[in-house]
């Protein structure tokens, strides 16, 4: 019954802006590190940003000083807000989390996001 979802993605101009959420509920009550990953057609799945239950973060180069990951504890959801959008950001991006102390230990996410598509256009 635990589960993470992803909610915020759609169709966007180049130089606009979107902000997806990842809401985690049920048994998911204490998440070490929230990260968002993106996938295009024929790439690999990269990971866009990140943030540890201490607040740090850290983004991919081609995403950073336009994108930024928060978190609100209270409500148990992270956020991507994603600013001065490319086409080269069009993707399905996934949230996932970490709250075993295994994952942690391997670099690795217990749960995962549906996944939601984000378009940008020219």
């Known amino acids: 019954q635990a589960q993470l979802v992803e909610s915020g993605g759609g169709l966007v101009q180049a130089g606009g802006s979107l902000r997806l959420s990842c809401a985690a509920s049920g048994s998911i009550f204490s998440i070490k590190r929230m990260g968002w990953f993106r996938q295009a057609p024929g790439n690999q799945r990269e990971l866009v940003a990140v943030i540890t239950s201490g607040g740090s973060t850290n983004y991919a180069d081609s995403v950073k000083g336009r994108f930024t990951i928060s978190r609100d504890n209270a409500k148990n959801t992270g956020y991507l807000q994603m600013n001065s959008m490319e086409p080269e950001d069009t993707a399905v991006y996934y949230c996932?989390?970490?709250?075993?102390?295994?994952?942690?230990?391997?670099?690795?996410?217990?749960?995962w996001g549906q996944g939601t598509q984000v378009t940008v256009s020219s």
């Open positions: 996932a989390a970490t709250v075993t102390s295994l994952a942690m230990t391997t670099n690795k996410y217990d749960f």
